[in-house]
């Protein structure tokens, strides 16, 4: 693992693999950099790969308060790093993350979006008085039911993708991270602002599961008509993790797009 200084001076880590134009990846919720070890053989072909751990997992570091605007920073810190030409893929909470990164930064070539969560209109992002659950559960040291819980009812996961993702070799780190959900449901007071990305020339892929939920597809379809230069790709009987339960499907459509 290799690290640099956010701009509030948190230690952020990251892995490097692979050989060719720098691509960092930022991954969602209670994950660190495993969650793209289905992934990272293919990317690894064509790309220098940047797997970035977010704060307050892995061996990156954390600060005592927490807010969404310095994930930002520290994705655009380590995007920043890489040079001219780097592309930048995020999923879920890291799309968001990446996509106000995308805003701060002037090398970005290219920006892959998997499911960015924000409120659209009245839809709550998060079920109402999930936090109140969530936090019962951690004061009980119940961190895996935590985990499930929040992985069933906000990306809708089903149980046998549940089943399989414990049989990961994340798992065990998801679990570990799993109290930061809690701080990461301010995603829910995040206001999409649509004159904000209409600035973003940069071309970006909007990948959307087909049996996501409303509460990730309509983000994702509000940003591509805010984009001037971005598609949409449909990920055939895929929902939220496609990184995990199609992995082939997944690398092709970021291959294909970046590579193009």
Not at 228 to 249: C, F, K, T, Y
Request: glycine share 8%.
């Amino acid at each position: 693992m290799e690290s640099l200084k956010s701009t509030d001076g948190t230690q952020i880590s990251f892995a490097r693999s692979g050989d060719g134009p720098p691509l960092v990846l930022v991954h969602g919720t209670t994950s660190d950099h495993t969650r793209w070890v289905h992934v990272l053989p293919g990317l690894e072909k064509k790309f220098s790969v940047i797997a970035m751990e977010r704060r307050g997992r892995g061996e990156s570091g954390d600060a005592a308060a927490y807010s969404l605007e310095q994930e930002y920073e520290d994705v655009a810190t380590v995007a920043m790093a890489m040079g001219p030409g780097t592309s930048l893929l995020g999923h879920s909470y890291g799309a968001l993350c990446a996509m106000e990164a995308a805003l701060r930064l002037d090398n970005i070539r290219k920006l892959v979006l998997y499911e960015p969560p924000f409120p659209i209109g009245d839809a709550p992002v998060y079920p109402p008085g999930l936090d109140i659950r969530l936090r019962a559960m951690l004061a009980d040291d119940e961190r895996e039911k935590l985990l499930i819980t929040f992985l069933s009812e906000v990306a809708g996961i089903s149980a046998a993708q549940l089943a399989a993702m414990r049989a990961d070799p994340s798992w065990e780190g998801r679990v570990r991270a799993a109290h930061t959900a809690l701080r990461e449901m301010v995603a829910g007071e995040y206001r999409f602002d649509p004159a904000r990305f209409r600035r973003l020339a940069v071309p970006t892929l909007l990948l959307l599961g087909e049996a996501s939920p409303i509460g990730f597809t309509a983000p994702t379809r509000a940003l591509d008509a805010a984009l001037p230069d971005s598609r949409i790709v449909i990920l055939e009987g895929q929902g939220h993790a496609a990184m995990s339960s199609a992995p082939d499907l997944f690398v092709r459509e970021v291959i294909s797009f970046l590579s193009a």
